[in-house]
């Protein structure tokens, strides 16, 4: 029997904290829990746990959990591996609420470690109790003081702040949390999620983002084990406008082999994480430096940009060029600023400064403060500003000055201020972080900074409303069921190309007339019907590579021809197997005028079905120029997924090619989408390839189609 | 007449310093120079001149340049706009040697200020006066306190050291020389060149080559006014193993604009300059860390990495994927190590690390040191090796032990060893940067220097070895001299198709056989001799669209159809233009099975010939998948640069096209470069659209081409 599943409260605000293992050395893993504990001053009840001691640090140590007169909200296990299916036990029994798991030894170790950690999981789950790790470096809330860790950062004893970080990674994560410290930013939340044989990334997110201290989630990913918890909290992430920031790693070949054996987890692909994390408005940071200024800059009072455009403002031009640079580079767009602007700016700008974008105010503003307000003030009011960045640097004489405006023109001006301030004097920061501005050491750091709030604003309503449904058998049009009913009958694991189509069709796929026929006389027939010319193609058992085998005849133009290629194509067919794998001959319309896109679904093990789209030949095979999205997804969305191919021109009559029925083209990838979405946990995967689109106002045809199924 | 031009050392090593308009308020512009040369103790004397005063802070001032009775090796003129040509005039009466000048007002503020600019340089020319600037922020020598600036960084008291650096932004160049002395970088000298009326960007990199003390130059780039000799410089830097390491900026069109406005030079094409940086090996910086953490480890004693294979060893699970990750994104490989390796590496490493690459030594290491050591020696002799990453984080309590073990470390390897510390005890990173070890501060910083480090070591040799032709008129074949003497003669600004076909050929570039006839009957004698089909275009002046025009016709397939052909085509190319325009019809062999290839070159001011080469088509026109290299350029670098292309693939035989003549195309376009080389200052453009480049074995043929020549 599955028990009722506490809150992740026991774990992460608990009033009890036992100590396994406890040692009185605090320089020890299973000594530095309680040393921090005492230090961080955690008001709840300490309970080592030791039959070696009677005490430790004036605290009463027990010899065993059930020496314990009280509740115990949270357990630390800090005992080697062999010992902590044990020491779980005796918490379940004892009715010990959570546990943090330090042990190492697990999936990281090779098929041994990965039984004894299925086992945790399915002692949590059956018994209820909550199990972060193992191989977790431990928790901590340190608005609680409560430092279930030994974590070498809170040697540098932080203060509590308004972010939640949670990392796959134990040390890693502490690196970055001792980094955070260094720029200023703290955290309430520290949280190694370890290897999660029970608790996984996203369930602390969801905790997490309940806290209303808590205004930015930042952390580190390997791979998530269920994609679907992640798009249920990046929704609510969304909803409630609290960003979600994360280092993911696993790009690369010699990534993600890296990341399997440390915490013993698939990384999946990529290419899908890249597309989930946008569709949920999932903030990605390429570097370490990017994971903490995006951090700083949501937790900044500033608004988020409403569109793309940034004014720069700076005392260099060099700082301005690097910045308007940059900009361009993050996608992000340094209009012109409109005449009547520049004409203001004539008469506020010195004469060797510029007053273009970047408009340069030179040093002289720090003579004439009226300078950066008025010219601050007036890129701001241009209509084709959503940010603004102001480029200086050092100011060691006249760092408070400078500080005093900027914190007074924040207040004024409409569009989010970004600071870029090199080399800066500490307390110019300190006064400025204070004051709720985002400032950062670089023009390039700051543009990166506010690309980041731009992107993120501009995902987010769509990532609030955005509903996948659930996960799982839905229910299928009549004909579809038959159709795999059909098939599975005969123990295949694919539907006839036929028998696809038709699948396509009911989920509104356009593909082209035709019928299945046997004899060359039905074939006949059914070409008359269809009208001259048609093709011509055998539909076997196990025969997917049609080309290769040259059981395809296109263009047949004549009754002639077709007898001869009825003929033809019925004899390579038996070539490649068994007479009975041969199901009929399809005869369809032919298409002709058509460009070619490939689509085609994958089952991500963690995000379910996944949308591919590229043009077809070299775009896709040479130059791997393919967009992916989750399903389903909206005919908006499908357009947008369109743009980001390289060869996307090629479909709107670019340079004397032909304009496409692009709104058919977004119809039928949604029609894709959907069928993907309803024959998740049926479909293996699924083919369209080519789906043909025609010129503007003739629609597209899927010409071929493979979907096979899982095996059950 | 031109006077002897001094060397640049009557700037950068000045014997006396006078100060033109110096004032006693040493917070002003023209007191800072007085204030930081006192405070710098240089040991030269120092010459304050003004007229309202008998003394500044004890030194006697003098009234004007005439009153002094020294010589003066440089003068800083810091006077208003309008006074510095007449004080640069009584500089180079009075024989002084150099001037730097503060005073901006000049080419950044339009027509008039450019004139005076203009004025400037010619001055220095003709009167042998070296000049820095206008528009400067002055030039220091830390090592002789020769402080000729009024950099705010020079409040800091910087130390001298081993770098160079020149920026053409004073102001940014003073932010990023804070920022560099905050992460413990020194400089030498500071040069902000300014708006180089005289003294350009590439002229104080070559003095400062020179320097002993200077092992690598760090700059900031706008644009360059001479590429040629930045060919130089280059060369002489490769050859002498200092690198230079630039921000080049205006990539952007916003970056264009903004850096025009700034110091009022033109930045050329990003592009070409991506190019040509690459060539002359010099190490291009995105980012404001990058400059300074790839000047960082230049300066370091590891050795430069002999190929691209990183082998990572980490505390942190997290940090080696992340490392992982990043090296493959910028170009290094992260080997599987051998079998040898991995199978001495699990008697060391923890069960509970990794011993794959990222070696995983955990935290395992700081208790016992014979791990990182045995780690770190098995990485190292694995031959797929050639560069050592290790990666920890924070040590406050055991960073001195670690510090001291990676010392010794670094002495016994063979390849060198980059070291990750993030969130380091500033003792710690001091201690390793004393001992020579290049240290950042993430993972990702890390692998970025590293790249660096590999790159320019794989380019050195051949950028030192890089011999580019003098520029200008080069001895041109006869048969080229002619046409282009003929095509001069009629007023024509471009040559024939015809006549462009023979320059191609002149210079070994294969084209269709072929003859220009007049007649009907001469077209069918030519065809005949060269044997149907072939190819029938009018050659007219103007007439450069004849695709447009239809005055081409392909595939002319016997007697008949030419004589209807060559009647077509004459009739079409009279619609277009006088009778007198028609040269006559062109007859050629038809090529047929060829593979579009387009090859052009363009004139850059900065670095003149600049060779394009891209695939036809779409590859072209969609994909803008071109790639460009300084001209010329040889058969292996030829090579190199079709690699870059992302179709290159279709070149090659892959996924069932047919293989391509490369050896042909390799020599096609050295000739081509070779061309544009020789025609310098005489072709304005060349064209070669399309090259066809047949299947392997039988050659390219250059079927159309267009050279215009340069306006007199």
Partial sequence: MTAQRESLRAILEPQSVAIVGASDDFSKINGRPLKYLLEFKYGGRILPINPKYGEIAGLRCYPNLEAIDCDIDLAIVAVPAKAVSDVLESCAKRGVKSAVVFSSGFAEMGEEGKAAQERIGVLARESGLLVCGPNSLGIANLTSGMTASFSQTLERKPASGPIGFITQSGAFGTFLFGMALESGLTFKYFISSGNEADLEFADYVDYVLDDPEVRVIAGYVEGLKNGGKLKEVARKAASLGKPIVLIKVGRSSAGTRAARSHTGSMTGTDAVYSAAFEELGIVRADTEEQLLDYASAFLSSARLPQGRGVGIVTQSGGAGVLAADR??????????????????????????????????????????????????????????????????????????????????????????????????????????????????????????????????????????????????????????????????????????????????????????????????????????????????????????????????????????????????????????????????????????????????????????????????????????????????????????????????????????????????????????????????????????????????????????????????
């Fill in 327 to 712: 900009a361009e580079m993050v996608g992000l767009v340094v209009p012109e600023l409109q005449d009547e602007t520049k004409k203001q700016l004539l008469g506020v700008v010195p004469r060797f400064g510029a007053t273009g974008n970047p408009v340069d105010v030179t040093a002289q503003f720090i003579a004439e403060p009226a300078l950066l307000r008025d010219s601050i003030a007036l890129v701001d009011r241009d209509p084709q500003v959503n940010g603004i960045v102001f480029c200086l640097g050092l100011m060691d004489l006249h760092w408070s000055r400078v500080a005093a405006e900027l914190t007074e023109l924040s207040k004024t001006v409409t569009n989010p201020l970004y600071v870029s301030w090199t080399a800066a004097p500490s307390e110019a920061l300190e006064a400025l972080r204070s004051a709720g501005i985002p400032v950062f050491p670089t023009p390039t750091r700051t543009i990166d900074a506010l690309a980041a709030a731009t992107s993120f604003n501009m995902r987010r309503e769509a990532a609030s409303q955005r509903v996948f449904p659930a996960a799982g058998p839905a229910v299928l049009p009549e004909v579809v069921r038959q159709l795999i009913h059909g098939a599975r009958a005969q123990g295949r694991d694919h539907l006839l190309e036929w028998e696809a189509k038709q699948v396509l069709a009911a989920f509104g796929v356009p593909v082209p007339r035709g019928q299945l026929v046997g004899s060359s006389a039905e074939a006949l027939q059914t070409a008359e019907a269809l009208g001259y010319p048609v093709v011509v193609k055998a539909q076997a058992i196990g025969l997917l590579h049609k080309s290769d085998a040259r059981v395809i005849e296109l263009n047949v133009a004549n009754a002639q021809q077709l007898r001869l290629a009825h003929a033809r194509v019925l004899a390579r067919a038996r070539e490649h197997g068994s007479p009975e794998a041969i199901r009929g001959i399809l005869v369809e319309e032919m298409v002709n005028g058509g460009l070619e896109v490939i689509t085609g679904v994958s089952y991500d093990p963690s995000f379910g079905p996944v949308l591919l789209v590229g043009l077809g030949g070299i775009f896709t095979e040479i130059l791997r120029d393919v967009a992916l999205h989750l399903c389903p997804l909206e005919v908006s969305e499908a357009a947008q997924l369109l743009q980001k191919l390289r060869g996307y021109q090629l479909l709107t009559g670019a340079r004397g090619t032909t304009k496409r029925d692009l709104a058919s083209l977004y119809e039928a990838l949604a029609a894709v989408s959907r069928m993907a979405a309803a024959l998740e946990g049926v479909a293996a995967e699924i083919d369209v390839n080519p789906l043909l689109v025609l010129p503007e106002g003739q629609g597209v045809k899927a010409v071929d189609a493979l979907i096979t199924l899982r095996s059950r």
